[in-house]
């Protein structure tokens, strides 16, 4: 696996609350340098980013972000308002207090809400695993294949863990065949990133993978 077919998997992330517009534009300038899937940045930011980059970089933003308990109508005004901005993905964090009170009809119904508002749009769900209980994950595996998501997605980043080998391995047993999974938190090396592309996940949420892949994107890892 080349370094440019892994970085074709990165969502080259920056969501940490102090990040400045020069910080901002030097992540889209790397993401169209080195091919990133795209750039994920702060909703306040999208609408600036759309403008300066347009549609060379691909723009995802974050929803309910990072504790996910904003009603559901919160979370689709928020929504909506990202993708007048120009952005093309939407990471929405689940409700976990839904989660934990076991509603999971109600959780259900929030993605399919968010995917309507999303329409063609990709819609990423982040149900934040460490968290949750294994019954939990896999309910939630149900949730986001009946909600018509696009993606189930491990962590938002922002939690005490991150993705794990584990959690890839039970997402495959329990996703229906067309969601796809996107591993984030604490992917911080190449024979990580690789891994996780080799078990299954089409998207990587990373802030670290251009930093350790530029000038080495002809490499075999």
């Keep these: 696996m080349k370094g440019s077919e892994i970085l074709a998997h990165?969502?080259?992330?920056l969501l940490r609350p102090t990040a400045t517009w020069?910080?901002?534009?030097?992540?889209?300038?790397?993401?169209?340098r080195y091919r990133t899937?795209?750039?994920?940045?702060?909703?306040?930011?999208?609408?600036?980013?759309?403008?300066?980059f347009g549609a060379s970089v691909p723009i995802c933003t974050?929803?309910?972000?990072?504790?996910g308990y904003d009603t559901t109508?919160?979370?689709?005004s928020a929504a909506r308002q990202a993708i007048a901005d120009g952005a093309e993905e939407i990471d929405a964090v689940v409700s976990l207090t839904d989660v934990k009170n076991g509603d999971f009809p109600k959780v259900t119904a929030e993605i399919a809400a968010l995917k309507n508002a999303a329409e063609e749009r990709i819609l990423k769900i982040i149900v934040e695993t460490c968290y949750l209980t294994e019954k939990e994950k896999i309910a939630l595996c149900q949730c986001v294949t009946e909600g018509d998501a696009d993606f189930i997605k491990t962590s938002t980043g922002f939690a005490p863990a991150g993705?794990?080998?584990?959690d890839i391995a039970l997402f495959r047993r329990h996703i229906g065949p067309k969601v796809r999974i996107k591993a984030a938190g604490g992917i911080r090396t190449i024979a990580h990133?690789?891994?996780?592309?080799?078990?299954?996940?089409?998207?990587?949420?990373?802030s670290a993978a251009v930093g350790l892949l530029q000038g080495r994107e002809n490499e075999d890892f």
């Design 193 to 206: 990133m690789k891994r996780y592309l080799e078990e299954g996940c089409q998207r990587l949420g990373c």
């Design 22 to 32: 020069k910080e901002i534009k030097t992540l889209g300038e790397e993401a169209r």
């Design 37 to 52: 899937a795209s750039v994920c940045i702060p909703a306040g930011y999208v609408a600036r980013f759309h403008d300066a």
């Design 62 to 67: 974050v929803i309910g972000f990072p504790l």
């Design 10 to 13: 990165v969502d080259h992330t």
């Design 163 to 166: 993705a794990t080998h584990e």
């Design 73 to 76: 109508e919160t979370k689709i």
